[in-house]
């Protein structure tokens, strides 16, 4: 069975901080790593993706890949109140995408 | 066009209601998927169509019925539903269903609310 484990949270940050959101797989052979936003009621809207090791970075997001220890992160820098969602880390390899259950954020104005 | 669209937006249906759900993307995406996604969980995915043919049935009861009549349009078809079948359903599309990374990006449609009464 397929896993991806993210901390439910929720995750509580002042505005103008960093959010760290992470994830782990089970799957060695996962090629592709997205991180998915939230809102509330609303469907989930991709924001990074990453498929080779190390950083990548898109305006105040950086996502982290280390495939050897199975573990892909989200740094949000300078979070925003409009950053507050669930954040889905999805994995994929072979034909299916796997979702993690995402990882609540509060930021605090 | 970078947009999945989906209708209705909410939709409340009886148990012995027929209904149908609509999906349309015009990305020139060879690959759609339809998910159900329950409150404060992620979504599961139900199917996929790869080229308008069906490859993956996640062993979805028969009352979900889905159709592609093309490479733009996905449609799902509701018929007997239960209460426990409410959710939101989420319609997602990517440029190709393959095992390479490159092509598994998936970009999701608005979803329907649905409510089985």
């Known amino acids: 069975q397929k896993e991806v484990e993210q901390n439910s949270g929720p995750l509580s940050v002042p505005e103008g901080a960093i959010a760290s959101l992470n994830c782990t797989y089970s799957d060695r052979g996962s090629q592709s790593f997205f991180w998915y936003r939230q809102y509330s009621g609303k469907s989930p809207e991709l924001i990074m993706f990453i498929y080779s090791n190390g950083d990548k970075e898109d305006g105040r997001f950086t996502a982290q890949l280390n495939k050897a220890s199975q573990y892909v992160s989200l740094l949000i820098r300078d979070s925003q109140p409009s950053d507050s969602a669930t954040y889905l880390c999805a994995v994929g390899g072979g034909f299916k995408t796997i979702f993690g259950a995402g990882t609540r954020l509060f930021v605090k104005a | 066009d970078t947009e999945v669209t989906q209708t209705p937006k909410h939709l409340v249906m009886g148990m012995t209601n027929k209904k149908s759900l609509k999906c349309e993307q015009h990305m020139g995406h060879r690959a759609m998927y339809w998910y159900k996604q329950k409150a404060k969980k992620p979504p599961e995915l139900m199917f996929v169509y790869s080229y308008e043919k069906l490859s993956i049935n996640e062993s979805v009861p028969s009352r979900f019925s889905p159709e592609c009549p093309n490479s733009s349009l996905l449609n799902l078809h509701l018929h007997a539903l239960q209460p426990e079948d409410s959710a939101l359903y989420l319609c997602?599309?990517?440029?190709?269903?393959?095992?390479?990374?490159?092509?598994?990006?998936?970009?999701f449609g608005p979803g329907t609310r649905l409510t089985v009464l």
């Open positions: 997602a599309s990517s440029q190709e269903w393959t095992s390479l990374s490159s092509y598994n990006e998936q970009f």
